[in-house]
């Protein structure tokens, strides 16, 4: 059975850094696609980053583009997500997910995803 379990949130200050770690059981973090999710109170599940089995192509959401990054550690088995420069708007709790219907691509929908992690809670202050 596939778990995803995230770690890494946290309260921080608006401009720093921090790293989520998504360490997956079950299977090869590089069998499928990966991504993360973020959903912030009041507001619908946003994509933030996907990257697809080994790593060939990876999505990101203009909102984080150029702030953030994803990658897969295959020795770890485990999916990150690098944040620089964060804002007071990134704040959400933050899902990894994985899904079983795409290799090649990382899809932004979160219907294609069939695995879930419990999230872990970001909060950045101004």
């Known amino acids: 059975q596939v778990q995803l379990v995230e770690s890494g949130g946290g309260l921080v200050q608006a401009g720093v850094s921090l790293r989520l770690s998504c360490a997956v059981s079950g299977r090869t973090v590089s069998s499928y696609s990966m991504a993360w999710f973020r959903q912030a109170p009041g507001k619908e599940r946003q994509f933030v980053a996907g990257?697809?089995?080994?790593?060939?192509?990876?999505n990101t959401a203009d909102s984080v583009k150029g702030r953030f990054t994803i990658s897969t550690d295959n020795a770890k088995n485990t999916v990150s997500l690098q944040m620089n420069s964060l804002k007071p708007e990134d704040t959400a709790v933050y899902y990894c997910a994985e899904s079983v219907l795409f290799y090649y691509t990382a899809s932004s929908d979160p219907r294609n995803y069939n695995y879930w992690g419990q999230g872990t809670q970001v909060t950045v202050s101004s």
């Open positions: 990257i697809s089995r080994n790593g060939a192509n990876i």
